[in-house]
């Protein structure tokens, strides 16, 4: 089994956690899921963890990053969000890891261009790579992007 302590050494860092235990702290959210950490206003790909198993491979390309994505699970009703939310009240809690893609600029014709990693393609390069190393997809990605 391909274990989160692979990717935090390839660059991932944890910035939070999901959990339906209401923090004091926080009013009652409607779907009564709750963020606790800091989200990046950045793009990127995140893991979703419980314990050392890795659960979910995700990517964020949104103005907002990170920031908007986590906000997203906490209230969205797209399908992919609900399903997340479901399988939180079985599971409690997890643990939210992210890549952060610092934007790459080239200069074509004398123009200051973005050439960066595509949050979507290393998304899906490392869904392939886990398959390939465990032989299953991870247990909250539906469906290979």
């Known amino acids: 089994m391909r274990k989160i302590g692979h990717y935090i050494k390839n660059g991932f860092n944890k910035i939070g956690f999901l959990t339906i235990n209401k923090p004091d702290k926080l009013r009652k959210r409607k779907h009564g899921v709750y963020f606790i950490g800091d989200a990046p206003k950045s793009k990127g790909v995140y893991i979703f963890a419980k314990g050392e198993s890795v659960l979910k491979f995700g990517d964020t390309n949104a103005s907002e990053g990170m920031h908007s ?7 969205n009703p797209e399908s ?42 290393l998304e ?7 398959i390939n190393f465990t032989g299953i997809l991870p247990k909250l990605n539906k469906i290979n992007k």
Do not use: A, W
Request: aromatic share 18%; proline share 4%.
């Open 80 to 121: 992919t969000n609900l399903y997340i939310r479901e399988n939180l009240f079985k599971d409690v809690i997890y643990d939210v890891y992210f890549y952060e893609i610092i934007p790459e600029f080239v200069t074509f014709m004398g123009l200051k261009v973005e050439q960066s990693i595509s949050p979507r393609s």
């Open 124 to 130: 899906k390069e490392l869904i392939e790579e886990f």
């Open 69 to 75: 994505r986590i906000t997203m699970y906490l209230s």
